[in-house]
């Protein structure tokens, strides 16, 4: 029985600790005049772009495919810093380069040292 509690413990822990750096949208289906299924449309974007099967692109810092299935898949292409002093740091998120830089509150100039990252 204490193998099970430690097991359980173990395992919350490491899902509190994961980062969800993906969104996944379902297909979007075309059914006929009688709404029976007939074919998969293609993937829709968040902003209406439609995209064909078995396609890749990258947006908004974003990697996003759309599978033979027609399933979307969104996942950041970068990482967000975990560990580093947040009392006397900051970091802040470069929409251009898809980055984020760690640098002191009182000093902008002044890079902080971070300790791990996610994502």
């Known amino acids: ?11 919350g822990i490491c899902i509190s600790m994961c980062d969800a750096a993906c969104y996944f949208v379902e297909p979007e289906v075309i059914l006929d005049s009688e709404g029976f299924f007939t074919a998969i449309a293609a993937c829709v974007d968040d902003d209406g772009t439609r995209h064909s099967l078995k396609t890749n692109w990258k947006r908004d810092c974003m990697v996003c495919s759309c599978n033979s299935a027609g399933r ?21 998120f470069d929409k251009d ?15 902080c040292e971070v300790a791990s990252y996610i994502g």
């Open 1 to 11: 029985m204490q193998y099970i509690w430690i097991s359980t413990l173990a395992f």
């Open 72 to 92: 979307m898949e969104c996942c950041t292409n970068y990482a967000t810093p975990g560990e580093y002093d947040k009392d006397d740091c900051e970091s802040i």
């Open 97 to 111: 380069s898809c980055s984020y830089s760690v640098v002191k509150k009182n000093n902008p100039f002044e890079t």
